[in-house]
């Protein structure tokens, strides 16, 4: 199993910047993807943006061009960098890890862009 703890959360002015990490525990060894999600008051969750073992990512339409994922395996941690933000990006944001016999979540954090 892997554990999640996210960090970074908080509140930004529209346009601003914020950073999210997700540092990983356990077997992280067995993990193949690492993903950013999130869920915002009334709505489903959804993702934001995935990258693989193997360094693939993959965004949502409405983060493209504005947010970066990146993983420092060093570290076993995973990155969200958040720019250009809006409003509409206010949610609750979920780091995710995947393996061949597990789905792990983190506890969520909070992104609030307002001014």
């Known amino acids: 199993q892997v554990q999640l703890v996210e960090s970074g959360g908080g509140l930004a002015q529209p346009g601003g910047s914020l950073r999210l990490s997700c540092a990983a525990s356990g077997s992280i060894f067995s993990i193949n993807v690492m993903g950013w999600y999130r869920q915002a008051p009334g709505k489903q969750r959804e993702l934001v943006a995935v990258i693989t073992s193997g360094d693939m990512t993959v965004y949502a339409d409405s983060v493209k061009g504005r947010f970066t994922i990146s993983r420092d395996n060093a570290k076993n941690t995973a990155y969200l960098q958040m720019n250009s933000l809006k409003p509409e990006d206010t949610a609750v944001y979920y780091c995710?890890?995947?393996?061949?016999?597990?789905?792990?979540w983190g506890q969520g954090t909070q992104v609030t862009v307002s001014s």
């Open positions: 995710n890890a995947r393996g061949g016999s597990f789905n792990s």
